[in-house]
């Protein structure tokens, strides 16, 4: 699973856990000063489905902290991010710039094919229906792309009128 972190709107952030197909598992709308860490971990706890034991989640280095990664580890989550200045290098950064073209490719069809940035709403509930509108949206265009069958499940080209 990917964590991303998008900051699209009135200073709030989207963070988001997606598949590496981008089709969404959990969100948070957030203020842009809120805890990614704390977020991450709420967001796991909110999550329908458990997550699977050895589950491995790629994050930004902002999702850093011995008390996260504990946490993670407890409940049998790895975390792959970039070290830090002045850390060790961490196991698993061969994954990080294949995996980094996938998250920027996931933020970009959030915000261009799905008009995040445009969203046009006036209140905090409002912008949480937005958002939620377009998770829906991509979360059916890959769900039917898979079910017919399509080779990129991400598409959008075919819902792009």
């Known amino acids: 699973m990917l964590c991303l972190a ?16 981008g089709l969404p598992v959990g969100y948070a709308l957030t203020g842009a000063k809120a805890d990614e860490r704390a977020t991450l971990l709420a967001i796991l ?16 280095k902002g999702y850093n ?8 580890t407890t409940g049998g989550v790895e975390l792959i991010r970039p070290a830090r200045k002045g850390e060790k290098p961490r196991p698993g950064r061969q994954f990080l710039k294949p ?3 996938t998250i920027e490719s996931v933020f970009n069809t959030m915000k261009s094919q799905l008009d995040l940035e445009q969203h046009g709403s ?6 949480v229906c937005q958002v939620v509108k377009r998770l829906l949206a991509l979360t059916a265009a890959i769900w039917h792309n898979h079910t017919t ?8 080209i075919a819902y792009d009128h």
Do not use: N
């Open 6 to 21: 998008l900051e699209v709107f009135w200073g709030c952030r989207l963070h988001l856990i997606s598949t590496v197909h």
């Open 45 to 60: 706890e909110t999550v329908p489905v458990e997550v699977p034991h050895g589950q491995v989640i790629m994050a930004d």
């Open 65 to 72: 902290g011995a008390w996260l990664e504990d946490e993670l």
């Open 99 to 101: 995996l980094r073209q």
């Open 122 to 127: 006036r209140t905090p509930g409002g912008l």
């Open 149 to 156: 069958g399509q080779p990129v499940l991400r598409s959008l």
